[in-house]
């Protein structure tokens, strides 16, 4: 990392060996890797002080404004992204992992959150629960249960008067529980495995009772939105044919196929293949279960039938190509609801996946060549 810092100084044209905004810009790029902030951390809490953060603050801010004039940008316009995209040019790395590579954050997010004081002048702590270690993950799980308590009391009290409302389970579809990661910072405390699956099983317990909607507020603390990708495609309407049949057409793709398909209403399941009957063009029943696995999912197996056009790539990945151009067509015959389960499922997710390249060297993409001694 010196040598580079050194590199990057004799290339801007000016060598500053002991100062300089240069160099100190390079040295606040070096001091926040992973490397010296672990170091930090692991030589004591003391040092996490606002004084501390205070001057980390003005450090960064005096390291961004060099940083942005040796850029040529304006100090005050010069954001996170511009420092990021100024150090993968200044350092160019190629190491795989992002943590390993030179970097150059905000303290707040280079040291953590820290508790406040939890003790008083006389040594005693504030919290009853302190002594657990978790006092406010134990504190979460006493408030949580004394909400499942007292909405099942509430309940109990209404199927006294016969007027227990009778609801269904509320649908998570399209939001998630927190993960442990982001409970552990909401906290400020480390959970183990058990722990974070103990109140997550707490609070599906919570969402199962039909008078859950009582702690609304409580549960989405804990949850988070999935924003819906399907917000960003547009379904195409069915289009109607000179006999007024409906139908809706599709493409896809796999590895070098490509597939146009046009799938019709109210057909008797036939299916063909460049003018050819699908038995015939997939011989193999291993491509046609593929195929077929859109119909199949949305049980409309003998419901449509379907004229598909399809070129290049092997029979393997145009059944592939098919699939995809297939379940992209039936999304217009079918409710968002149904679409949101094809999507998770994997059945509008182009596959990336392409033959690895022969590397030079070797007799295949990861075959050796046969060793000999002479």
Not at 123 to 140: A, C, D, E, I
């Amino acid at each position: 990392m010196a040598a580079a810092v050194g590199r990057v100084l004799r290339l801007g044209g000016r060598w500053s060996a002991a100062g300089g905004p240069r160099a100190q810009a390079l040295r606040l790029i070096y001091t926040t890797t992973p490397v010296q902030r672990k170091n930090v951390g692991a030589s004591g809490p003391e040092k996490y002080t606002e004084e501390f953060i205070k001057k980390q603050i003005e450090e960064f801010n005096l390291g961004k404004r060099h940083l942005a004039n040796m850029m040529g940008e304006d100090p005050e316009t010069f954001t996170q992204e511009d420092i990021d995209r100024a150090v993968a040019y200044l350092f160019p790395s190629g190491l795989f992992d992002k943590q390993a590579r030179p970097m150059m954050k905000h303290p707040t997010e280079i040291f953590p959150e820290q508790r406040k004081i939890q003790w008083g002048e006389d040594g005693r702590p504030f919290h009853f629960l302190f002594y657990t270690g978790k006092q406010s993950y134990y504190s979460l799980m006493h408030e949580t249960y004394e909400k499942l308590l007292n909405i099942q009391k509430y309940q109990d009290q209404l199927t006294a008067q016969d007027l227990l409302p009778q609801k269904e389970k509320k649908n998570l579809a399209g939001s998630r529980w927190l993960t442990k990661i982001e409970l552990e910072e909401m906290l400020l405390e480390k959970l183990s495995d058990d722990d974070y699956s103990r109140f997550i099983q707490l609070l599906e317990k919570l969402m199962t009772l039909p008078c859950a909607d009582m702690e609304e507020k409580h549960i989405q603390k804990f949850s988070k939105e999935v924003p819906a990708q399907l917000k960003k495609v547009v379904i195409e309407p069915l289009k109607y044919d000179e006999r007024g049949v409906a139908f809706s057409t599709g493409e896809g793709t796999r590895k070098t196929a490509k597939a146009t398909v046009v799938v019709y209403d109210n057909g008797t399941g036939k299916i063909t293949v460049n003018g050819i009957d699908i038995l015939h063009y997939f011989p193999v029943l291993q491509d046609r279960e593929q195929l077929l696995f859109p119909f199949q999912f949305l049980d409309r197996v003998g419901k449509h039938d379907m004229v598909c056009t399809v070129s290049g790539g092997g029979r393997s990945a145009q059944a592939g190509a098919i699939r995809l151009a297939s379940a992209k067509a039936l999304r217009s015959f079918v409710t968002e609801k149904e679409v949101e389960f094809m999507r998770q499922a994997g059945l509008l997710t182009l596959d990336p996946r392409v033959k690895e390249r022969k590397k030079p060297g070797q007799e295949g993409a990861r075959r050796k060549f046969t060793w000999k001694k002479r």
